[in-house]
């Protein structure tokens, strides 16, 4: 089945960057877009951005503009999340989730990944 | 800087009917906002439930539905069940950008 396997917990120092991954399987990687989203402790869930694994091009959050940066490999179905210069409120679980790049489900957001914690602390 | 409004929390009877509001800054929601809806439980990841304002996906049950009321996106459970304590996310579509409402916490009681 669709699944979406992002990588282990990260603890960073403030002013660090970090990059987590998502690996896509059981389905056609260049088929779906890709969103980031994060979620602080306690919080509500905040959209980061979304990469489209068919040409790499991207949109950001403008929160997050110049300090991240989505990319991908084909060769490996496998999206990347770098963020940088961070600061404790960037601590949080951050999920990568697929969305419909056409048909009928067009923009539909379906499978999740399980989520990253990120500790940033000094 | 656009904000989607959710209620922040309701209540329900188990067995009874409510509905979830998802507004817009902007103005009046609508379906090229492709709104969709999650369900999220302490420590899980957000389980989607709508998209495209009223298209369940094939594992959302039938007493979840999908609408556009009055300018918002909504969704309302109908035959509530315990398990449907939640808290229930909308995200909606600004071409190009998407932006999340910041939750209803569903308490069944």
């Known amino acids: 089945q669709v699944q979406l396997v992002q990588s282990g917990a990260e603890v960073k120092k403030p002013g660090a960057s970090v990059k987590v991954s998502c690996k896509a399987s059981?389905?056609?990687?260049?088929?779906?877009?890709v969103h980031w989203v994060r979620q602080a402790p306690g919080q509500g869930l905040e959209w980061m951005g979304i990469?489209?694994?068919?040409?790499?091009?991207?949109t950001y959050a403008q929160k997050f503009q110049g300090r991240v940066t989505m990319t991908m490999d084909t060769s490996t179905s496998t999206v990347y999340m770098e963020l940088s210069s961070l600061r404790s409120e960037d601590t949080a679980v951050y999920y990568c989730?697929?969305?419909?790049?056409?048909?009928?489900?067009?923009?539909?957001?379906?499978?999740w990944g399980q989520g990253i914690l990120v500790t940033v602390s000094s | 800087q656009t904000v989607v409004t959710q209620e922040p929390s309701l209540t329900v009877s188990p067995g009874g009917t409510v509905t979830l509001t998802c507004g817009s800054s902007t103005g009046a929601v609508t379906s090229g906002y492709f709104p969709n809806w999650f369900q999220q439980k302490p420590g899980q990841p957000p389980r989607a439930l709508i998209y495209s304002a009223t298209n369940r996906h094939s594992w959302t049950p039938a007493r979840f539905s999908g609408s556009l009321l009055g300018g918002k996106a909504a969704l309302t459970l109908s035959g509530v069940q315990p398990q449907d304590e939640a808290e229930y996310y909308c995200l909606l579509y600004y071409g190009g950008a998407w932006v999340f409402g910041g939750g209803t916490k569903l308490t069944v009681l």
């Open positions: 989730a697929r969305a419909a790049s056409s048909g009928n489900s067009y923009a539909s957001v379906d499978y």
């Open positions: 990469i489209n694994p068919s040409g790499g091009t991207t």
């Open positions: 059981e389905y056609p990687f260049t088929n779906y877009y």
